[in-house]
T-cell receptor, first 111, second 116 residues
Framework: QKEVEQNSGPLSVPEGAIASLNCTYS??????FFWYRQYSGKSPELIMF????GDKEDGRFTAQLNKASQYVSLLIRDSQPSDSATYLC???????????FGKGTMLLVSP | DTGVSQDPRHKITKRGQNVTFRCDPI?????LYWYRQTLGQGPEFLTY????????KSRLLSDRFSAERPKGSFSTLEIQRTEQGDSAMYLC??????????????FGPGTRLTVL
């Protein structure tokens, strides 16, 4: 069974710090990896996607992928209170296949 | 608004009633997905359309659930004889056509169903 594991948190960081969110997956056939942000009562909003091993940066966000370790992470630099949300890790086999989501990690950024 | 839209945003119904939700994907997105999300869980896949063809259904989709996308544009998800366990957020997502690789899904605002 395909599984995506995330620490449910909450992960608490002070404003301005780096938040590190982690995700592991069980399906070695996974090809595409996504991070979504979800505010309470709202739908998931895409933050980043990554397909290749290594780092991918977009503004304050950096996604890291290690396929050998089946590990994906998201770093948020200069964390802001507005970053407080649940972060969902999702994986797919690519080729327009469906997404398998983790349960999400709640991030709390304190002013 | 050029994003995915869903209607209604909220639905309260009594156990045993039928409900129908609608999803309008982003214009020209030919792939459409339905997910269900309960409190404290990530979204779970229900079904997937490419144009008007329903290509995949999860085993979560019991016989009481049916989905259509008759003209390859909007989609409907119907739940018959609702049960309290059907209470959840129902999410629709779409992806654009392409030659492979990009399978990024964009989500609509969701329909929150409460079954009393």
């Amino acid at each position: 069974q395909k599984e995506v594991e995330q620490n449910s948190g909450p992960l608490s960081v002070p404003e301005g710090a780096i938040a590190s969110l982690n995700c592991t997956y069980s399906d070695r056939g996974s090809q595409s990896f996504f991070w979504y942000r979800q505010y309470s009562g709202k739908s998931p909003e895409l933050i980043m996607f990554i397909y290749s091993n290594g780092d991918k940066e977009d503004g304050r966000f950096t996604a890291q992928l290690n396929k050998a370790s089946q590990y994906v992470s998201l770093l948020i630099r200069d964390s802001q209170p507005s970053d407080s949300a649940t972060y969902l890790c999702a994986v797919s086999r690519g080729g327009y296949s469906t997404l398998t989501f983790g349960k999400g990690t709640m991030l709390l950024v304190s002013p | 608004d050029t994003g995915v839209s869903q209607d209604p945003r909220h639905k309260i119904t009594k156990r045993g009633q039928n409900v129908t939700f609608r999803c309008d994907p982003i214009s020209e997105h030919n792939r459409l997905y339905w997910y269900r999300q309960t409190l404290g869980q990530g979204p779970e896949f229900l079904t997937y359309f490419q144009n008007e063809a329903q290509l995949e259904k999860s085993r979560l989709l019991s016989d009481r659930f049916s989905a259509e996308r008759p003209k390859g544009s909007f989609s409907t998800l119907e739940i018959q004889r609702t049960e309290q366990g059907d209470s959840a957020m129902y999410l629709c997502a779409s992806t654009p056509p392409g030659t492979g690789g990009s399978d990024t899904q964009y989500f609509g605002p969701g329909t929150r169903l409460t079954v009393l």
